[in-house]
């Protein structure tokens, strides 16, 4: 499994979740130098684009639905995302996905959502109730 993403479960409206995602190491050897990304999929709905980072972390890139609620942050030693949400809402019930472009950009080159994001994570279920 080339991302393995964590941290799903139930919780009530209002309440916060993190995931994490872990890539490995036998893909994402430099893992500095891949962008990374968390979309999520609600029943019955498309996958829709959440949160992006850069390589370096220092620019991020959020979906207007989650924007001053989420936060996505990496810990490039552990070759690891996060994505923090707080103040959940019934709709962000989903299943969430990290992701990743097979590209490695330039350092300063990052264009968020609209990076061509290759490699998958399995999903991790997230369930909010109102």
């Known amino acids: 499994v080339q991302l393995q993403a964590s941290g799903g479960g139930l919780v009530q409206a209002g309440g916060s979740l993190r995931l994490s995602c872990a890539a490995s190491?036998?893909?994402?050897?430099?893992?500095?130098?891949?962008?990374m990304g968390w979309f999520r999929q609600a029943p019955g709905e498309e996958r829709e684009f959440v949160a992006a980072?850069?390589?370096?972390?220092?620019?991020?890139d959020y979906a207007d639905s989650v924007k001053g609620r989420f936060t996505i942050s990496r810990d490039n030693a552990k070759r690891t995302v996060f994505l923090q949400m707080n103040s959940l809402k019934p709709e962000d019930t989903a299943v969430y996905y990290c992701a990743a472009p097979s590209r490695m950009y330039p350092l300063t080159y990052f264009v968020g959502r609209n990076h061509s994001y290759d490699y998958w994570g399995q999903g991790t279920l997230v369930t909010v109730s109102s």
């Open positions: 980072i850069s390589r370096s972390g220092g620019s991020t």
């Open positions: 190491a036998r893909t994402f050897t430099t893992f500095n130098r891949y962008i």
